[in-house]
């Protein structure tokens, strides 16, 4: 069986290898992908030169950490293959980060700072991940490492842990995220919608910059943000006293995402079958206008956002008491149980993520440098597609194997 995979693995990885150009990298990729995917606990460059015996350690660790090739080709192929096995307009593009804690302050980007998977501020590195999934079938095709203000504002340190020149300036976690959009759709892989949680969709830029790229988006959304009513109209009032006003205002306050909810129509919605049977929550949606535009001074002195575009302001209310509110510019007539079906489909980066790291050891590296950490993730989300076309395979052939049994079946009453 270990042999059927591994001839399996060399096919798969040939576009990889000729990206790569090179027959010394070409030998070690193949090496280093079968050591993530193999036996053993540790999945750092020691333990699996030990196991592999094929190559040193020096080599492997040059490959990964020092040698000097450049990640974009075959970030280009894995993207190209993601698409293959799960892109279509029915595929989601799913942004979101994940943490991998670390000890002491040297490696590249560590840092105490909030982890969403560990529900807590802990001193980590901070990736934004960005996923690529349809049918329930993810497939990670980018992460990029968050630098906190404690690194950007000491080029110091960024030297020493060897951050290119071009990443030496501090970026938000969305502003990575549109970065890594532009990337997928530059290279042609296919999508239908973006998701992310409340730490994206809250940032009006963020949802401001899918929008100017055509993009449909289904995104968390404090239930602090200010939103107005879709009927909400501007008026240009006349003023009494002063200066005549020179902008429209609203001719009604906004209020938060949740007040506006209460009194909405909560229904139960079932979007998939879980391993426990359906899974539900109650839902309420209604059309309205984030507050999130350009800044005026009211009547009364205070500073109030404009209307932005019209959208969907959707609130869900689970089991367990919590409640959780989301925006999203799908269609005015799109159903509420496809709005919470479209929502709900952000949990398979979330499995992604378990398997990187409990499977491919993508928070086993040991290196400190930005290259190093880069390459062994593009190599953990390698090994990661790998597995899944192999899945997918699988998958179809009991597919196939139904369907020839059926006919027999039948040919046979």
Same mark, same amino acid.
């Given at each position: ?98 943490? %991998?804690?670390?000890? $002491?302050?040297? +490696?590249? !980007?560590?840092?105490? *700072?909030?982890? &969403?998977?560990? #529900? ?74 973006? %998701?992310?949680?409340? $730490?994206?969709? +809250?940032? !009006?830029?963020?949802? *401001?910059?899918? &929008?100017?790229? #055509? ?199």
């Amino acid at each position: 069986m270990d042999n059927i995979w591994k001839s399996d693995l060399d096919r798969w990885l040939s576009p990889f290898l000729n990206a790569l150009r090179h027959k010394a990298r070409a030998r070690m990729c193949p090496v280093y992908v079968a050591g993530l995917i193999g036996a053993g606990d540790r999945k750092s460059v020691q333990p699996m030169a030990a196991r592999e015996g094929e190559v040193g350690y020096d080599q492997l660790h040059h490959f990964i950490a020092s040698g000097v090739w450049d990640a974009a080709p075959l970030e280009n192929v894995l993207l190209a293959e993601a698409d293959r096995m799960v892109g279509g307009a029915d595929a989601w593009l799913i942004v979101d980060d994940t943490a %991998l804690p670390k000890k $002491g302050e040297h +490696s590249v !980007g560590v840092a105490p *700072q909030y982890a &969403s998977s560990l #529900g807590k501020t802990a001193n980590c590195q901070s990736l934004v991940s960005l996923t690529l999934a349809s049918r329930e079938v993810p497939v990670m095709v980018g992460l990029r490492l968050f630098l906190p203000e404690s690194w950007t504002d000491d080029p110091e340190r960024m030297a020493r842990a060897r951050v290119p020149q071009d990443r030496r300036t501090a970026l938000t976690k969305p502003q990575i995220a549109i970065e890594e959009i532009d990337r997928v759709i530059a290279s042609g892989a296919r999508f239908g919608c973006v %998701l992310a949680d409340s $730490g994206y969709g +809250s940032s !009006g830029p963020f949802r *401001q910059a899918l &929008s100017e790229r #055509g993009l449909l988006w289904a995104v968390g959304l404090s239930r602090r943000q200010n939103v107005y009513p879709a009927d909400v109209a501007l008026i240009f009032p006349i003023a009494k006293t002063g200066k005549p006003r020179k902008y429209h205002i609203p001719d009604q306050s906004p209020v938060s995402a949740e007040a506006l909810l209460v009194g909405g129509k909560w229904q139960r919605v079932s979007w998939r079958r879980g391993t426990k049977g359906r899974l539900t929550s109650l839902f309420a949606a209604r059309r309205v206008r984030v507050a999130d535009g350009h800044k005026h001074r009211m009547l009364d002195n205070r500073m109030q956002c404009m209307p932005g575009d019209e959208v969907w302001l959707v609130g869900e209310r689970r089991s367990s008491g919590q409640q959780k509110y989301y925006v999203s510019n799908l269609p005015a007539d799109t159903s509420l149980k496809m709005l919470a079906a479209t929502i709900k489909a952000r949990w398979v980066c979330e499995q992604a993520h378990q398997q990187l790291k409990e499977e491919l050891g993508l928070d086993h590296f040991e290196g400190r440098s930005w290259s190093g950490l880069h390459r062994h993730a593009l190599m953990t989300m390698i090994a990661y597609a790998f597995l899944q076309s192999r899945r997918l395979k699988a998958a179809g052939r009991k597919k196939k194997n139904r369907g020839t049994t059926a006919t027999a079946e039948h040919a046979g009453c």
